[in-house]
């Protein structure tokens, strides 16, 4: 099994800044795609950003390309989001998702991540 722990959300300005960082923890050869994933109140879970293990290789979507940029420590067993210019509408839940199966730019969908974190609040104001 891997745990994903997820960390560094909050509250920010529209504008603003923030790095969410998450952990795996476990069967980390597990972890081999991991990505990002945001869910706003009332929305689906969409995709967000995806990254190979070592990061050469990432996909962001098309949204967020622009202020977005996801980045990895496999030696850390970590993930990073690096999101700038933030709006209220990227106020969401931010989940980390892994999955033993490679680095495919296809894979946005839910059903393509088996392990899931919990999840971290941001919100922007404005």
């Known amino acids: 099994q891997v745990q994903l722990v997820e960390s560094g959300g909050g509250l920010v300005q529209g504008g603003g800044s923030l790095k969410l960082s998450c952990v795996a923890n476990?069967?980390?050869?597990?972890?081999?795609?991991m990505a990002w994933f945001r869910q706003a109140p009332g929305k689906e879970r969409e995709f967000v950003a995806a990254s190979s293990p070592d990061a050469i290789l990432t996909h962001v979507a098309d949204s967020v390309k622009a202020r977005f940029t996801i980045s990895r420590d496999r030696g850390k067993n970590r993930l990073y989001l690096q999101m700038y210019s933030l709006r209220p509408e990227d106020t969401a839940v931010y989940y980390c998702?892994?999955?033993?199966?490679?680095?495919?730019?296809?894979?946005?969908?839910?059903?393509?991540?088996?392990?899931w974190g919990q999840g971290t609040q941001v919100t922007v104001f404005s």
């Open positions: 476990g069967r980390t050869s597990s972890t081999n795609r």
């Open positions: 998702a892994a999955d033993p199966r490679g680095f495919n730019t296809a894979a946005i969908s839910t059903r393509d991540f088996e392990f």
